[in-house]
């Protein structure tokens, strides 16, 4: 069936360093693959996305790559700073009955930025 | 605009009492999805509506689990003689029809059963 799977699932770094997530997907139909913070006790909000026919995107300190032959994708995160502790999820979309977007969600990865 | 907004935040039950979650999706978007997320995990598909119809159920955990959406606008996920098991985050998302689909999620309810 469907799976993501999403590494390192902790991650601590020191603020101004980097940090990358990788993940990989199993559905070869997978054309979208969003990447979402979530904060405690809050829903995930979505940082940055990227469709099948791009093969990196980037928003400020954020970027996202896929290589859609070896079915991972990336999300990069320069300078880090202390808000950007969070879990990050990534996921991979999969067709659903009406064409909609049924995200399959990886485990999730533990960000941690000191200061 | 205000975002997704789910109600209650915290819901606190015993084992066997029905329980029932509202959502209020983004007012134009024609797409709502369910999701439930355990501790330590990412989001897991529960259904999805577009619009007042009910699109994909196969995954609703089983027949005690049902959701509306009457009027294709708030949508409603009930829980019927609740289990431990059924303890988690219940996240609603919703999204607008087009070829750049994004879900946007609410701040979810925290689904507790003693």
């Known amino acids: 069936g469907e799976n993501v799977e999403q590494h390192p699932s902790t991650l601590s770094v020191q603020e101004g360093d980097s940090a990358v997530i990788k993940c990989t997907y199993s559905?070869?139909?997978?054309?979208?693959f969003p990447w979402y913070k979530q904060e405690l006790g809050k829903g995930p909000q979505l940082i940055i996305d990227?469709?099948?026919?791009?093969g990196e995107k980037k928003d400020q300190r954020i970027a996202v790559t896929l290589n859609k032959t070896a079915k991972h994708f990336s999300l990069h995160i320069t300078e880090t700073q202390p808000e950007d502790s969070a879990v990050y999820f990534c996921a991979a979309s999969s067709a659903g009955t009406g064409g909609y977007n049924k995200l399959i969600f990886g485990a999730g990865t533990r960000l941690a930025v000191h200061p | 605009d205000t975002g997704v907004s789910q109600n209650p935040r915290h819901k606190i039950t015993k084992r066997g009492q029905n329980v029932t979650f509202r959502c209020d999706p983004i007012?134009?978007?024609?797409?709502l999805y369910w999701y439930r997320q355990t501790l330590g995990q990412g989001p897991e598909f529960l259904t999805y509506?577009?619009?007042?119809?009910?699109?994909?159920k196969s995954r609703l955990l089983s027949d005690r689990f049902s959701a509306e959406r009457p009027k294709g606008s708030f949508s409603t996920l009930e829980i019927q003689r609740t289990e431990q098991g059924d303890s988690a985050m219940y996240l609603c998302?919703?999204?607008?029809?087009?070829?750049?689909?994004?879900?946007?999620f609410g701040s979810g309810t925290q689904l507790s059963v003693l």
């Open positions: 007012s134009e978007h024609n797409r």
């Open positions: 509506f577009q619009n007042e119809a009910q699109l994909e």
């Open positions: 990227i469709r099948s026919n791009v």
């Open positions: 559905d070869s139909a997978s054309n979208y």
């Open positions: 998302a919703s999204s607008f029809e087009t070829t750049n689909e994004k879900l946007f």
